[in-house]
């Protein structure tokens, strides 16, 4: 018996000590399965920190007649953020040079112009031969590129559907909301 204790005691001990596989990385769709520079500082962040959220992607611009549209995504961001939604913006210079600026004058204009605190990122292309990956995957999944600034893109709980809304879909579009409370209601 003290022969089979003195064996099974360093393999116990080095399952217990043994790291933990990440329940994050795991549990990652494929869709969120990539990391960009934040918009204000530059560090890296992975879109697997929301995971089994619901997320509405937003291209956006500083230039823009939609522009306007950062306040009520705001506004949608703090009112459903407790309950599983996370509003995550890219900056894009792809439609009419309307964000010609660097990352610190969007994070500082983004800031001090609609108070914005939902996630942004550093910006990126999102149409064409140089779209980022992410983006094309989106483009791919819902069979929609994006046409101008402020396209949205929403991501269930799951990360496997996605559906596409227009410039024109103001934040507080009832289509688009009546989508979001449907994907919040469903279990990750």
């Known amino acids: 018996m003290k022969?089979?204790?003195?064996?099974?005691?360093?393999?116990?001990?080095?399952?217990?000590?043994?790291?933990?596989?990440?329940?994050?990385?795991?549990?990652?769709?494929?869709?969120?399965?990539?990391s960009f520079p934040r918009l204000a500082?530059?560090?890296?962040?992975?879109?697997?920190?929301y995971s089994g959220k619901v997320v509405l992607v937003v291209n956006t611009a500083s230039y823009c007649g939609f522009t306007k549209q950062y306040d009520g995504l705001e506004k949608l961001?703090?009112?459903?953020?407790?309950?599983?939604?996370?509003?995550?913006g890219f900056p894009t210079n792809d439609f009419g040079e309307q964000e010609p600026?660097?990352?610190?004058?969007?994070?500082?204009?983004?800031?001090?112009t609609y108070g914005v605190q939902f996630p942004m990122f550093?910006?990126?292309?999102?149409?064409?031969?140089?779209?980022?990956?992410?983006?094309?995957?989106?483009?791919?999944?819902?069979?929609?590129?994006?046409?101008?600034?402020?396209?949205?893109?929403?991501?269930d709980r799951s990360g496997r559907e996605v559906v596409a809304y227009s410039s024109f879909s103001d934040p507080d579009d009832r289509k688009m909301l009546a989508k979001i409370e449907e994907f919040l209601a469903r279990k990750p």
């Open 101 to 112: 600026g660097s990352n610190k004058e969007i994070a500082d204009f983004c800031r001090l």
């Open 122 to 155: 550093a910006k990126i292309t999102v149409k064409g031969a140089n779209a980022n990956p992410f983006f094309a995957e989106l483009v791919k999944r819902s069979d929609t590129t994006p046409k101008w600034n402020f396209y949205k893109y929403l991501i």
């Open 41 to 49: 500082d530059e560090k890296p962040q992975s879109l697997c920190d």
């Open 77 to 88: 961001y703090a009112r459903l953020k407790d309950r599983g939604l996370v509003v995550v």
């Open 3 to 34: 022969m089979i204790k003195r064996l099974l005691l360093p393999l116990f001990a080095a399952t217990l000590l043994a790291p933990l596989p990440s329940v994050a990385a795991d549990a990652c769709p494929p869709l969120l399965n990539y």
